[in-house]
Nanobody, 124 residues
């Protein structure tokens, strides 16, 4: 089992940047492929990005490709989401998630563990 805690959210103007972190504790971090999801008010939770166990493979939603970068440092038990050129439509609660079995999954149900989320608000 793994526990996940997100941090780094906040309020930023359009065009700005934020870096989210997801700190893991419990079982060996490298045992999990990881993902970022987000949920805007009144909308369903959606896939943002994912990264393989070693970090060698990354996957992105079309809406963030070229603007967001997912990464991980297994020695620090931490995953990151660098978000650049932020837009008001990026406003959401961002969640990190872990899965033992599905690298690069876009599907919520394939992730076993979730953090509590961190709010990102982008003003126009």
């Amino acid at each position: 089992q793994v526990q996940l805690v997100e941090s780094g959210g906040g309020l930023v103007q359009a065009g700005g940047s934020l870096r989210l972190s997801c700190a893991a504790s419990g079982r060996t971090f490298s045992s999990y492929a990881m993902g970022w999801f987000r949920q805007a008010p009144g909308k369903e939770r959606e896939f943002v990005a994912a990264i393989s166990w070693s970090g060698g493979s990354t996957y992105y939603a079309d809406s963030v490709k070229g603007r967001f970068t997912i990464s991980r440092v297994n020695a620090k038990n931490t995953m990151y989401l660098q978000m650049n050129s932020l837009k008001p439509e990026d406003t959401a609660v961002y969640y990190c998630a872990a899965t033992e079995h599905y690298s690069g999954s876009y599907y919520l149900y394939e992730y076993d563990y979730w953090g509590q989320g961190t709010q990102v608000t982008v003003s126009s």
